[in-house]
């Protein structure tokens, strides 16, 4: 799950998901409007369909983003391109996960996004090593699937295959030290 710099949002199916400790400085829950534009959002990124350019800040694709490009943070506007409300995310290569809906507060600290990172970096670090753990867990779950469907004995544990190689420590240590061979 490695996040993406990218200045828009893939338009290929992804999971969406709104991260448990998010930061809320709007009140998203008191804001009908706030909460139909992330719906939208939601059924865009979940559909894997374009996301329309009223999302997006003026000239996104021309125009370098700091907080992007420095921490991986990309905002998105809940309507139009003038609203003082963003919506901060994380992409990932399968999921866009919601930060923050604040104001453009972070913008102005520098570098622009600092402290949304430094807040945010390492529950966003701590869900990939997790998702890396449930790829790696579903590959072997989905190898040991096969393997029995092909009537193939199971994979060796890495303990089982390992080789001792003490007793061959050994031997090449009393080779290499010729007042042992006396």
Request: charged share 30%; proline share 7%; aromatic share 4%.
């Amino acid at each position: 799950m490695a996040t993406l710099k990218l200045p828009y949002i893939e338009a290929k199916p992804k999971k969406f998901t709104i991260l448990d400790s998010h930061l809320d400085t709007i009140g998203l829950s008191g804001r009908a409007d706030l909460q139909k534009a992330l719906d939208d959002i939601r059924l865009h990124v979940t559909r894997g369909t374009e996301l329309p350019a009223r999302y997006y800040r003026k000239d996104h694709l021309s125009t370098p983003d700091e907080m992007l490009e420095t921490y991986d943070l990309m905002h998105l506007h809940p309507g139009n391109p003038n609203t003082r409300e963003v919506f901060v995310v994380v992409q990932t290569t399968d999921e866009v996960i919601l930060i923050a809906v604040t104001d453009h507060g972070p913008f102005e600290t520098k570098p622009p996004g600092v402290l949304l990172h430094n807040r945010f970096a390492s529950r966003i670090a701590q869900r990939d090593q997790e998702s890396q753990q449930a790829q790696k867990a579903e590959r072997e779950r989905k190898n040991t699937d096969l393997r029995a469907r092909l009537n193939l004995p199971p994979k060796p544990s890495t303990t089982e295959s390992a080789v001792d190689t003490s007793s061959y420590r050994s031997l090449i240590d009393l080779l290499s030290d010729p007042r042992r061979l006396h």
